[in-house]
T-cell receptor
Framework: QKEVEQNSGPLSVPEGAIASLNCTYS??????FFWYRQYSGKSPELIMF????GDKEDGRFTAQLNKASQYVSLLIRDSQPSDSATYLCAVTDSSASKIIFGSGTRLSIRP | EPEVTQTPSHQVTQMGQEVILRCVPISNHLYFYWYRQILGQKVEFLVSFYNNEISEKSEIFDDQFSVERPDGSNFTLKIRSTKLEDSAMYFC????????????FGSGTRLTVV
């Protein structure tokens, strides 16, 4: 069974601080890695995707991928109250025909 | 920003009835998907579709489910005889490539089976 594991949280971070979200995956053949943000009752919204080992930065967000450790992370700098949501880690499986989601980490930014 | 459009946003149906959920993927995307999310649970893959045929389907996607691309723009999910446990948010998604480039979700259809 291919799995994506995340700490369910909640993770509470003060406004302006760095939020760090982590994810591990079981399928070594996974090719693409995604972070989605999901507000309650809404659809997943793509924040970042990463294919290669290392860091990828986009504004306040940095995704980090370590394929050897099967580990993906998301850093959110200068956290804002609007960043409070559930963050879903997702990976394509080795056939790349679908995305497998983790159960999500609830992030709460306290003013 | 291109969008994946889903209709209706909310569907209430009686157990045993057939429902069709509709999606209009992003126009230049070639790969189409359906996912569902039962309240409080993780997003689950149902089916992927490429070149007018199913690429892969999950165990959830049994004989009660079918997908179709009836024309050049729509992508539908049909549930033939709904059960109470089919109540969930159903998300359509599309992408440019098999690697997931531009993987975008629609806003979802909330299906309530009573």
């Amino acid at each position: 069974q291919k799995e994506v594991e995340q700490n369910s949280g909640p993770l509470s971070v003060p406004e302006g601080a760095i939020a760090s979200l982590n994810c591990t995956y079981s399928d070594r053949g996974s090719q693409s890695f995604f972070w989605y943000r999901q507000y309650s009752g809404k659809s997943p919204e793509l924040i970042m995707f990463i294919y290669s080992n290392g860091d990828k930065e986009d504004g306040r967000f940095t995704a980090q991928l370590n394929k050897a450790s099967q580990y993906v992370s998301l850093l959110i700098r200068d956290s804002q109250p609007s960043d409070s949501a559930t963050y879903l880690c997702a990976v394509t499986d080795s056939s790349a025909s679908k995305i497998i989601f983790g159960s999500g980490t609830r992030l709460s930014i306290r003013p | 920003e291109p969008e994946v459009t889903q209709t209706p946003s909310h569907q209430v149906t009686q157990m045993g009835q057939e429902v069709i959920l509709r999606c209009v993927p992003i126009s230049n995307h070639l790969y189409f998907y359906w996912y569902r999310q039962i309240l409080g649970q993780k997003v689950e893959f149902l089916v992927s579709f490429y070149n007018n045929e199913i690429s892969e389907k999950s165990e959830i996607f049994d004989d009660q489910f079918s997908v179709e691309r009836p024309d050049g723009s729509n992508f539908t999910l049909k549930i033939r005889s709904t059960k109470l446990e089919d109540s969930a948010m159903y998300f359509c998604a599309s992408s440019e490539s098999s690697r997931g480039v531009g993987y975008t979700f629609g806003s979802g259809t909330r299906l309530t089976v009573v």
